[in-house]
């Protein structure tokens, strides 16, 4: 059996009730046994200023232990004009700072886009799939999850009702847990 590994969730909307934080609680629970997911806030983190390298804020040190801990991370987030919600962006540029010591490197990663709309936040998805690349994150190619109409997929508990998408996110997940166990750096 593998060892069980440590996801960090970056869920890119605030909202309590948004619909990317249900899907971050419906991946954590099809989830296979080898991965633990936890959702790491965003929100309180103050806008990156390079000024504040130095003595970075107690909100930059914790978020970033919290990344640098986990084996592997898992974006879950909405589209704002074509691209990522800022509070995320944020959150990646304070991970990756300073430079030569980002906490975001060589973990194995995947993203989920989560939208209202048809298309599922297809923009969002590969628009972080560039900043990935960069931040050294090995980003699991397949299958991509561009998760429509996702106003119409929870019930009132926050369960995905449709079969066929829960189907889908099942096997996205199993997908996932082989893609971080493969892709873990060992050592």
């Known amino acids: 059996m593998s060892q069980i590994r440590s996801v960090a969730v970056l869920v890119g909307s605030l909202r309590k009730d948004s619909l990317n934080r249900r899907m971050a609680h ?9 991965l633990k997911l936890e959702i790491v806030e ?24 919290r990344v640098h801990a986990a084996d592997a991370v898992l974006f879950v ?4 004009n074509r691209s990522v919600p800022g ?26 886009t ?4 048809a298309i599922g936040g297809f923009g969002a998805n590969h628009h972080l799939r560039q900043s990935l690349v960069f931040l050294n994150v090995p980003a699991m190619p397949q299958p991509e999850a561009y998760i429509g ?4 997929l929870f019930d009132a508990e926050g369960a995905v009702t449709n ?7 099942q096997k996205f997940m199993t997908a996932y847990a082989a893609w971080v166990e493969a ?5």
């Open 26 to 34: 419906v991946l954590a629970q099809l989830a296979p046994a080898s």
């Open 114 to 117: 989560v939208s209202p709309g």
């Open 77 to 80: 987030t909405p589209e704002y």
């Open 149 to 152: 109409n996702a106003a119409d």
């Open 42 to 65: 965003i929100g309180a983190l103050s806008h990156y200023n390079q000024d504040d390298d130095a003595n970075p804020p107690s909100s930059w040190i914790e978020f970033r232990g």
């Open 163 to 169: 079969e066929s998408t829960r189907g889908f996110l």
């Open 87 to 112: 509070v995320l962006k944020n959150a990646i540029d304070i991970g990756s700072r300073p430079y030569g010591h980002s906490v975001w490197s060589g973990k194995p990663g995947a993203v989920v």
């Open 183 to 187: 892709n873990h750096p060992r050592g």
